[in-house]
C-alpha cells in the first residue's frame, strides 16, 4: 500500500471522493430539489468520508456508506426544514430554472413524492442500486424497500411521466 | 420500465457546479511497538518514585494531580463528565430539548451530531425518547450514547447505586429501531440520579461497543 504523509490526501481517497461525486449530487438534487442543497450536503458527505477514511475503505462497498451518509443527511434536513416552516412559516423561492418542461415535469413529480418513497427511486432508478444494496443505503428491510418501490411507481404512474405499463 | 424512468432521473438530475473539497483525513495515531512501550512506562514509573521519594525526603507536600485527558468533555452546569473516545463527538445543542425529566446532560456520538430545534415539537425517533438526531448520527457512525439527570422526577423508584463497571449493570432493552440495538440503564452516584441510553448500530465494528463501554466507566459526577 502506498504510504501518504500527514496532511496529504490519500490518491485512493481522491480518486474516490471525485468518482462518486456527481452521481452523489445528481441523486441528492432529486432528493432535496436543489443542486446547490445537493452539493452542500454532498460535500458534507465527502467531508465524513474524509474524516472516517480509514475505516470507509476497508468496507466492503464504500460507496454504499457515502450514499447512506448522505441520505441520512438528507433526511435530517428535511425534518429541520418542516420544523423550521412549521415555527416560521417559511416559503422558499425558487429560483427560475432554464430546463425543458419535460424536465421540470419530472423534478415535480419525484418532489411530490413522500420522502421515503422519493429515497427508493433516487436509489434504484437513479443510483441503480439493488434492492439488497437500497436497503443498506437507506437502513430499512428488503421488503420495505419493495413496498415503497411499488407505491412510488404507482404514484409517478398517476402523474403521468412513466406509462401504464410501467 | 426502469429504463424508462431511469433515463427521465438521468436528464433530471443536476449536475454538479463545481468540484468536491477532499480533505487529508486525521493523522493516523502512531502505533508503538510493545515493547517501546512497556520500556516508557517503566522509565515513568522510575522517574515518578524518584521524584515521590525526593518529595518526602525534602518534607514538601505533595502536589494534587491535575486531569492529563486532553479529550475530557465537562458539562459546565451539570457536573458529569465523561472521556471522549478519539473520534467522537457532543452535540451542540440539547438533542432532547422536549424533555424536562430525565433532562439532558449529554449527547455523544462517534458521528456529529445534527442541532436540532428547539422548536416545542418532539424529535424523538421512538416511544424511548430517543432523539431522532441521535439515531441518525448512529446510523452515520456506529453508537450514539444519551445521559440525562432523572433528578426531580418523582415517578421512578431509587435507581441501584452505579455498579463498578457497564458490563455490570441493569441493562434493559429500549423501543426497536431498524438496524440497531437499543438498550438502557439507571443508576445512582452521588446523589445523583442518571439514565442513560444507548443506541448502536447492528453491524457496528467491536471497536465501536468498546469505545461505549469506555466512555461509559469514564463517567464522573460531582455530587448533587
Known amino acids: 500500500m502506498r504510504s501518504t504523509r500527514a496532511g496529504e490526501v490519500p490518491d485512493d481517497l481522491d480518486a474516490f471522493c471525485r468518482a462518486v461525486w456527481p452521481r452523489l449530487v445528481g441523486a441528492l438534487s432529486l432528493q432535496v430539489g436543489g443542486r446547490e442543497l445537493a452539493e452542500e450536503l454532498a460535500q458534507e458527505a465527502v467531508a465524513r468520508t474524509c474524516r472516517h477514511w480509514e475505516t470507509v475503505r476497508t468496507l466492503d462497498s464504500p460507496a454504499g456508506w457515502v450514499h447512506r451518509v448522505a441520505f441520512n443527511l438528507a433526511n435530517s434536513h428535511h425534518r429541520r426544514l418542516r420544523a423550521a416552516r412549521r415555527a416560521h412559516r417559511l416559503v422558499r423561492a425558487e429560483a427560475p430554472t432554464p430546463d425543458p418542461a419535460d424536465v421540470l415535469a419530472v423534478r415535480a413529480a419525484v418532489a411530490e413524492l413522500p420522502p421515503h418513497e422519493r429515497s427508493v427511486v433516487v436509489c434504484r432508478y437513479y443510483l441503480g442500486l439493488s434492492v439488497a444494496e437500497t436497503a443498506d443505503a437507506l437502513g430499512c428491510p428488503e421488503a420495505t424497500v419493495k413496498t415503497r418501490t411499488r407505491r412510488a411507481l404507482a404514484r409517478l404512474r398517476a402523474t403521468g411521466i412513466i406509462g401504464e405499463d410501467s | ?224
Open chain 2, 1 to 224: 420500465m426502469t429504463d424508462e424512468l431511469s433515463t427521465l432521473l438521468e436528464r433530471a438530475a443536476m449536475r454538479p457546479g463545481r468540484d468536491p473539497r477532499v480533505t487529508p483525513p486525521p493523522a493516523a495515531r502512531v502505533r508503538m511497538p510493545l515493547v517501546a512501550v512497556a520500556a516508557g512506562l517503566i522509565a515513568v514509573l522510575v522517574v515518578a518514585g524518584a521524584v515521590a521519594f525526593a518529595t518526602r525526603r525534602s518534607g514538601r507536600a505533595t502536589p494534587s494531580p491535575t486531569s492529563t485527558a486532553a479529550a475530557e468533555v465537562r458539562t459546565g452546569r451539570d457536573g458529569v463528565s465523561v472521556v471522549l473516545p478519539d473520534g467522537w463527538y457532543r452535540s451542540r445543542v440539547p438533542t432532547a430539548p422536549w424533555l424536562h425529566s430525565p433532562r439532558e446532560v449529554l449527547a455523544l456520538a462517534d458521528a456529529p451530531i445534527a442541532d436540532v430545534p428547539h422548536d416545542g415539537a418532539n424529535h424523538a425517533a421512538c416511544p424511548s425518547e430517543i432523539p431522532e438526531a441521535g439515531v441518525d448520527a448512529a446510523r452515520t457512525g456506529g453508537a450514539f450514547v444519551w445521559i440525562g439527570d432523572l433528578s426531580g422526577g418523582a415517578t421512578f423508584d431509587p435507581p441501584p447505586e452505579r455498579p463498578r463497571s457497564v458490563a455490570d449493570a441493569a441493562w434493559r432493552p429500549l423501543c426497536a429501531l431498524e438496524g440497531m440495538e437499543t438498550r438502557g440503564t439507571t443508576f445512582t452516584e452521588g446523589g445523583r440520579d442518571l439514565i442513560v441510553s444507548v443506541v448502536i448500530r447492528a453491524d457496528a465494528p467491536p471497536e465501536v461497543r468498546r469505545q461505549v463501554d469506555e466512555l461509559l466507566d469514564s463517567v464522573s459526577v460531582t455530587p448533587g
